[in-house]
């Protein structure tokens, strides 16, 4: 384990003193407090953990900022005592505290309650008083959670040959087409802020071969729903020399496998305070769009419509028969028609109108999109040219096709929408740090 100096090992907010054997030293906000007679029971919240305290009435040093000696829910604590065994508390431990410290002392009460074991307040007020209501254990075990996703990703796509990249979010243009591009005053110029990293990540897989990125992307949504929002993380990745499009369904599939084992190793207490049932990640099942439609319309009496695309409720039935009759809780719909894909999207040479694209469904919701790209330059210009764009606008990125790019595709993969997804959260506002959507900007 890495020390910080002079602080000694510190685990979850815990370390030894260095006094005595046994001693620790606890760091942390007071969460709860209970009297019982001559005892008193002080639970300190600390980076990660509950651990409770145990004060006996004339044992122990108190010492810090309240004039009359008084301990606070809130006020930040630092104890000194001895870590005895106790079953019935958190974590199998208690510390028997000789002295406490009042670093700070909270002057309000919290606008949330925080120490009961469930949140009752509605999203709104929890992301009214964001700040305040992460504190509270089960809140803030959704982004020690998204912590370990996100470590996953990377572990997995590092170890696997992928480089890490970091491209610009402000943009001369959108890579994703659509009304949700947020335009912006760049000194002058028209500018735009990034909806995917799509086309810097196609442009660095000429330079790296295999690479990926973790960052912000933003959409203008102008709809409230509970699955949009309007800057959201991406975690993308995209992957030179593949034979299809299959090889990057395949890489995402062995990354979320390995993601699924990394967090059960690493974050059983948040997926047991989050009650998180994890999905196995076996074989994938994989549906062309067509099958899709004609399949709701034989299983479920869907109309078929020539939008192109799958609504929300299809998914849902969708991720329902695969759970049902396939026995799997993803599955891949591929081939969209191409009129519904981006520029940058390779058609199917034996299914013309088709895109060698596909979104991955997770318990009901779209949580990826991805597919093979063109990387021949006339072929490039051609698709540009029939659906309307001007390929001069796109001289850099046309660059990469000149000069010669390995066939390759990838993905984007929704880190909210696949922890809500986890998570069987109903909004995906609740693992969004500090979301932003069409009425909030704050905090
Ligand atoms: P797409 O636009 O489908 O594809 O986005 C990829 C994934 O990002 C998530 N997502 C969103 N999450 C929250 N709020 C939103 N408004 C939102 N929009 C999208 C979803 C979605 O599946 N460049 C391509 C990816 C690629 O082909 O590599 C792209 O961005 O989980």
């Known amino acids: 384990m890495m020390t910080i100096k002079g602080m000694g090992p510190l685990q979850e907010g815990i370390r030894q003193s260095g006094s005595a054997p046994d001693e620790v030293i606890v760091e942390g906000c007071i969460h709860r407090i209970r009297e019982m007679g001559k005892v008193i029971f002080v639970v300190i919240r600390t980076s990660r953990s509950l651990i409770q305290c145990v004060l006996d009435e004339g044992g122990y040093q108190l010492t810090g900022l309240r004039e009359d000696g008084s301990l606070n829910e809130g006020d930040c604590v630092r104890v000194t005592g001895i870590k005895k065994e106790e079953p019935r508390a958190f974590g199998g431990f208690e510390v028997h505290g000789r002295s406490i410290e009042v670093l700070s002392v909270a002057n309000a009460l919290p606008p949330v309650s925080l120490n009961k074991p469930k949140l009752s307040s509605g999203l709104d007020v929890i992301l009214d008083h964001r700040p305040i209501a992460l504190r509270h254990p089960q809140q803030r075990a959704i982004f020690k959670l998204q912590e370990g996703i996100v470590k996953a990703f990377r572990h997995y796509l590092s170890a696997n040959d992928f480089t890490e990249i970091h ?229 850099h990125y046309l660059s990469i096709h000149k000069h010669g790019m390995p066939p390759h595709g990838g993905l984007g993969l929704g880190l909210e929408r696949l922890e809500m997804q986890l998570l069987g959260l109903n909004n995906v506002r609740y693992t969004s740090l500090f979301p932003r959507d069409v009425k909030r900007i704050t905090p």
């Open 167 to 395: 491209s610009p979010k402000t943009t001369s243009a959108g890579a994703e087409g659509g009304a949700n591009i947020f335009k912006m005053d760049y000194f002058g110029q028209p500018a735009c802020l990034a909806q995917s990293p799509q086309i810097y990540k196609q442009m660095m897989v000429g330079v790296f071969g295999r690479v990926f990125e973790v960052a912000p992307v933003f959409r203008a949504e102008k709809h409230n729903t509970t699955r949009h929002l309007n800057e959201y993380i991406s975690m993308d990745f995209e992957m030179g020399y593949i034979k299809g499009m299959e090889d990057v369904m395949d890489t995402e599939a062995a990354m979320l496998r390995y993601m699924m084992d990394y967090l059960k190793e690493n974050y059983s207490q948040e997926l047991s305070l989050l009650k998180v049932e994890l999905p196995v990640v076996g074989e994938i099942p994989v549906l062309k769009f067509k099958e899709a439609k004609e399949l709701l319309a034989r299983e479920y009496g869907r109309r078929v419509t020539g939008n192109g695309d799958l609504d929300p409720e299809e998914e849902v039935l969708l991720c329902q028969y695969s759970k049902e009759k396939l026995g799997s809780e993803f599955i891949f719909i591929t081939h969209f028609p191409s009129s519904r894909r981006p520029f940058y999207a390779m058609d199917d040479p034996n299914d013309p109108g088709f895109a060698f694209s596909f979104d991955l469904l997770f318990r009901g919701l779209e949580i990826t999109t991805g597919g093979q790209r063109i990387h021949d330059y006339q072929q490039q210009v051609t698709k540009m040219q029939e659906m309307g764009l001007e390929p001069s606008d796109f001289e």
